[in-house]
């Protein structure tokens, strides 16, 4: 089972940016699709951006294209998600996931091994 540990949250002002992490301990990191997710209190955990094995292709939700920026580093089995630009409906736990054969649904459903969450706010 891989594990996923996410860091790089805290509090930014609106048009901030924050980096985060999704680390893994995991060899064959290379090979997984990994998604990041987020939930703000009182809703439904919603896609927030994906790619596909080793990064070739990166897939985002509407709400943050243009603004959020998916990489990896496989020799650091690490994943990261920038988000340039914040705005307050962005405050949320931020998940890293992977994700599973019909990973390219995008869904919840469809990604496991959460990590622990990563509290992202934004004050306006």
């Known amino acids: 089972q891989v594990e996923l540990v996410e860091s790089g949250g805290g509090l930014v002002q609106a048009g901030g940016s924050l980096r985060l992490s999704c680390a893994t301990s995991?060899?064959?990191?290379?090979?997984?699709?990994v998604g990041w997710f987020r939930q703000a209190p009182g809703k439904e955990r919603e896609f927030v951006a994906a790619?596909?094995?080793?990064?070739?292709?990166?897939y985002y939700a509407d709400s943050v294209k243009g603004r959020f920026t998916m990489s990896r580093d496989n020799a650091k089995n690490t994943v990261y998600l920038k988000m340039n630009d914040l705005k307050p409906e962005d405050q949320a736990v931020y998940y890293c996931?992977?994700?599973?054969?019909?990973?390219?649904?995008?869904?919840?459903?469809?990604?496991?091994?959460w990590g622990q969450g990563s509290q992202v706010t934004v004050c306006s």
């Open positions: 995991a060899r064959t990191f290379a090979n997984y699709v």
């Open positions: 996931a992977v994700g599973g054969p019909k990973w390219y649904l995008l869904t919840v459903g469809n990604f496991d091994a």
């Open positions: 790619d596909n094995w080793r990064g070739s292709s990166t």
